[in-house]
């Protein structure tokens, strides 16, 4: 195909993906989130849509998956055909300021422009790393594809643009259970960061397998505050575990294994 022709279909599906952001605004119209949706599609957002298009990670945008409080995942598609999910960092500062803890004594990351841009920028920068590393180090995640500003293109995790369920929403027994305690630790040791926000709200339960997502709280393990993020990931995931029957380990003693392996290995 032709860069003429390539330009023509990027065109055509950033049209397509405006016509359908018009309609969602009129439906959100009196929702208390509007504000923060309506500034999803601004010009630097579009560019960043159309280089990735022009650089054939996206070839479509099909429709909304999921509205949050800082970012909109819309179901794509590759040129190939492959299913994406297509996360697009809301630029408004509010958002994030409240989470600077998450980025602030990373050492991966430096100096944070505070401009709302900046913020969402860094933030998607930041979660396409940490899927990096974990897809890298063997963790099922959904594997992470590109990112160009505020918006983060990976693999879709779910069938005909509906997402995989919840594991909160499933069946569980003890070798869930031991999955995601394997999870937390090859995290932390294969990886090198503690996911900081686990739950089973953020972990998908899928053809058998266990995904984790969203990581865009995630830090190195070399943050001030990673022990009590991996204190605390453990923790909620032993409450979850617990509320639907099954026997857990000893929190402390899970946070010890980590630790110990760690001095082992590092």
Not at 27 to 51: C, P
Not at 59 to 68: A, P
Not at 156 to 174: H, K, T
């Amino acid at each position: 195909m032709s860069d003429d022709a390539d330009d023509r279909t990027s065109e055509r599906a950033l049209r397509d993906l405006l016509r359908h952001e018009r309609r969602d605004r009129i439906r959100l119209k009196d929702a208390d989130d509007y504000k923060v949706t309506e500034g999803v599609f601004d010009s630097r957002t579009l560019m960043s849509i159309y280089s990735l298009m022009k650089g054939k990670y996206i070839s479509s945008l099909r429709g909304v998956v999921k509205t949050g409080k800082e970012a909109r995942v819309y179901w794509g598609a590759a040129a190939s055909g492959e299913d994406l999910a297509v996360k697009i960092y809301y630029t408004v500062a509010s958002q994030f300021k409240r989470r600077l803890m998450y980025i602030e004594g990373d050492p991966r990351f430096g100096e944070v422009k505070r401009s709302p841009h900046g913020l969402a920028e860094v933030w998607a920068r930041k979660e396409f790393a940490n899927l990096k590393q974990a897809h890298e180090a063997g963790i099922r995640v959904p594997r992470p594809i590109a990112v160009k500003g505020n918006v983060l293109v990976m693999e879709f995790i779910g069938e005909g643009g509906r997402p995989a369920p919840l594991l909160g929403e499933s069946e569980v027994d003890n070798r869930d259970y031991l999955t995601i305690i394997h999870y937390i630790k090859e995290l932390w040791n294969r990886a090198s960061i503690v996911h900081a926000d686990l739950s089973e709200y953020n972990v998908f339960k899928w053809g058998g397998d266990l995904v984790l997502f969203d990581f865009g709280s995630s830090v190195d393990i070399g943050h001030p505050m990673a022990l009590d993020f991996l204190r605390r990931d453990v923790e909620t995931i032993n409450r979850f575990f617990e509320s639907r029957g099954i026997t857990t380990e000893n929190a402390p003693a899970i946070v010890e294994q980590v630790l110990g392996r760690c001095r082992r290995t590092h």
